[in-house]
């Protein structure tokens, strides 16, 4: 059979592969470049899961009840938003198929309109224009807030914190890109997933629904974020999307007719982990210590660390290729992510990962220091 499948480019990770053989040859490996949990499954949740495992019918795509009340829950405790949870939260099979297949639902192609996102950013936004046909534009809230056009796009793509920069977007500049774009007809989605990692302080990082942004009106705008950071549940793809009702009702008419449920055993454990602030305030401090191993030592590499403010990166540049980094790195036996994943502005950048244990966070701090 030939002609099968979409011809998407190689996944990019696979791109790694010669700086893994040159790491290996130093040692054990430091594997920092992808950000994945590595720490327990808090027992709440694992409990709830467990206590759900018997359930032989079909889940709601829109969630149960229980589900519902404790996503509008969560925007209240550490938002101060106000959600009806009948009509303005729906869950995800994890944040990256949301985030992949928005374009498509959103029927863009269709309208002939295209897809506008960070100018370095998540490469799952610009794939989800080419899932969906359509155009992809870099587009950063900061020239959307300033103005810039936005004449043939439908959708844009907020990320704060961001990925890989760990910038955040300050709430003012999130209210003036909002406004820019609902005074062009372009609906805003705002993937939020490392929100609550902020290291300015305990407060969260501003969502796109604060009312410091919008106000009560979500007209137009939707919020992502993903359990998976937060709680160490990256392989029960649990995460949900919040906002506007009437785009809440088209996205689960859609996935309704696509089939893509969470199943009930995870909803029921995301319940438990949503209502549960404890172990999301342990694991938070589990990475600031981590963070404080490793950041003197990249400086002291010569990397300079930009932006950062959240999330679970140092997004570190010598001022030199990212790949030529990448290479000093894999000789210390340490993988790193390469800047240029996440768009051409990000070509002399590398992204460092504290998504590992800590004894292999020491160890890569020691090589790091020399």
């Known amino acids: 059979m030939t002609g099968f499948g979409l011809g998407l480019a190689e996944y990019p990770w696979e791109l790694l592969a010669p700086y893994r053989a040159r790491a290996q040859e130093r ?8 950000g994945t949990p590595v720490d327990p499954t808090p027992p709440v949740i694992r409990e709830a899961l467990a206590a759900a495992a018997d359930w032989p019918g079909y889940p709601q795509t ?16 550490w938002h101060g938003v106000e959600l009806d949870p009948h009509t303005q939260v729906i869950p995800s099979v994890g944040s990256k198929e949301f985030i992949a297949l928005l374009p498509l639902f959103a029927g863009l192609r269709q309208r002939g309109l295209a897809l506008a996102g960070p100018s370095v950013g998540y490469p799952t936004y610009e794939m989800g224009a080419e899932l969906a046909g359509v155009d992809y534009v870099r587009l950063d ?70 009312r410091a ?21 990256a392989g029960y793809r649990a995460a949900f999307a919040a906002g506007d009702p009437q785009l809440i009702a088209d996205l689960t008419n859609s996935r309704k007719h696509a089939g893509l449920i969470v199943p009930g055993p995870v909803q029921a454990a995301m319940v438990a982990g949503l209502r549960d602030q404890d172990h999301v305030r342990a694991q938070k401090d589990a990475y600031r210590r981590r963070r404080a191993v490793l950041e003197p030592a990249v400086r002291a590499f010569g990397l300079r660390i930009d932006d950062s403010e959240a999330g679970l990166y140092l997004w570190s540049t010598a001022g030199e290729d990212c790949w030529t980094t990448i290479g000093r790195l894999a000789d210390l036996g ?30 890569a701090a020691e090589r790091l220091r020399g």
């Open 141 to 210: 809230a900061e020239a959307v807030a300033g103005g810039a056009s936005l004449a043939g796009i439908g959708l844009l793509w907020l990320n704060t914190p961001g990925n890989p920069s760990g910038a955040v977007l300050a709430a003012d500049l999130m209210r003036d890109a909002v406004a820019a774009a609902r005074a062009a007809g372009v609906v805003v989605a705002s993937d939020e997933c490392y929100g609550l990692l902020n290291w300015a302080g305990p407060a969260p990082a501003p969502s796109v629904l604060s």
């Open 27 to 34: 040692g054990p490996v430091c594997d920092l470049s992808i």
């Open 213 to 233: 942004v919008v106000g009560d009106d979500h007209t137009g705008v939707l919020s992502v974020y993903s359990m998976s950071k937060e709680s160490n549940l």
């Open 62 to 77: 829109a969630g149960t009840p229980e589900l519902r009340e404790a996503i509008a829950d969560w925007y209240r405790a």
């Open 334 to 363: 340490i993988i790193a992510a390469p800047g240029i994943f996440y768009g051409e502005a990000g070509s002399q950048h590398v992204r460092i990962a504290l998504t590992a244990p800590d004894d292999v966070i020491a160890a």
